[in-house]
């Protein structure tokens, strides 16, 4: 059993993959995209996103990471794929899932599930040039608009040569609206002979045992409900308690000091409120905690409020 941290745009940056694995649980992760267009770009851009290349592909806790590609020549994603496992990553992995207006609008993401022989000539490319040694993987939705070409889009990906496969089960035009449709991933695995890994909509171990049942995979990706539950990977893996809230606020303090310290200090703020959005799903004192910090702008109020919440939460457990 598997279980990788997806890759989620803006939010999963190399201090969250470091928070996160060192809770235990994951076995990869995948970096937010790169985006690629008509040039191999320099190792520094690498580096900016991932910049545990500079730490041998893994995260300070060991979990291997992986980089993630977007774009759509084939050439130029070869030509960029080599390079990042050049520089350490242990492979390579290709999006086609992404559904974000702007990149879909320049021929990247999800909008290529619309064009199945694009997608296998992607995948080839990137096979035939990156060493055998490496994975290449891919993630898919099951569609851009319908499930139309679904098995079509899964089957091209594996006669191009891709090791393994994450299928988001839910179209583009579904975007994150629940469920998330995992028997579809059984009948992809009726067809393809790669590993599929599910995604989608898992958001306590209750559901990665239901993910696996209806997916027919044993191998799972964790996104948005790793950030609801910061152990959820250890909970499936482990069956481990869920983290108490007040060692999420211990969390939630250590996460602001890498923010705040790191290159993306200016970006705290957003950040730190994006976790919430997430938080109160599993945790109710998160909602309202976030009814304080939703006006507040500068760092040190918004620490300032964390550390009382903290500090009244270690008060009542005493």
């Known amino acids: 059993m598997k279980i990788i941290l997806a890759p989620m745009e803006g939010v999963v940056d190399h201090l969250m993959r470091d928070m996160l694995t060192r809770l235990g649980g994951f076995d990869l992760c995948i970096t937010e995209f790169i ?5 191999k770009l320099p190792p520094r851009v690498f580096t900016r996103i991932c910049p545990e290349l ?17 774009g759509q020549e084939p050439h130029w994603l070869a030509e960029n794929a080599v390079r990042a496992v050049e520089l350490g990553s242990p492979g390579v992995d290709l999006n086609f899932g992404c559904p974000a207006k702007a990149v879909n609008k320049s021929r990247g993401g999800a909008v290529l599930l619309k064009e199945t022989e694009q997608l296998y000539r992607i995948v080839k490319a990137v096979r035939d040039a990156v060493p055998a040694e490496f994975e290449v993987s891919a993630k898919i939705r099951l569609g851009y608009d319908d499930t139309s070409l679904t098995l079509d889009n899964a089957a091209a990906i594996a006669a191009a040569g891709a090791n393994m496969l994450t299928v988001h089960a839910r179209t583009k035009s579904d975007g994150y609206r629940p469920p998330a449709y995992w028997p579809w991933i059984a009948k992809i695995k009726q067809h393809v002979d790669i590993p599929l890994i599910a995604n989608g909509e898992i958001w306590t171990a209750t559901d990665a045992v239901l993910c696996r049942e209806q997916s027919a995979c044993n191998d799972i990706m964790l996104g948005r409900g790793a950030l609801a539950m910061p152990n959820l990977a250890q909970t499936i893996a482990s069956n481990t308690a869920t983290m108490p809230w007040c060692e999420v606020l211990q969390l939630l303090m250590q996460y602001s000091e890498f923010e705040i310290s790191g290159d993306k200090g ?8 994006q976790w919430f959005s997430y938080l109160k799903r599993q945790y109710p004192q ?6 304080q910090l939703r006006l507040q702008r500068k760092s040190a109020d918004i620490l300032a409020t964390l550390q009382h919440a903290l500090d009244m939460q270690t008060a009542l457990n005493v």
């Open 35 to 39: 985006r690629i267009v008509d040039q």
């Open 54 to 70: 500079l730490n041998g592909g893994e995260t300070p806790s060991g979990t291997p990471v992986r980089v993630q590609l977007l």
């Open 266 to 273: 200016q970006y705290y703020a957003n950040r730190i409120k």
């Open 286 to 291: 998160a909602a309202e905690l976030f009814q």
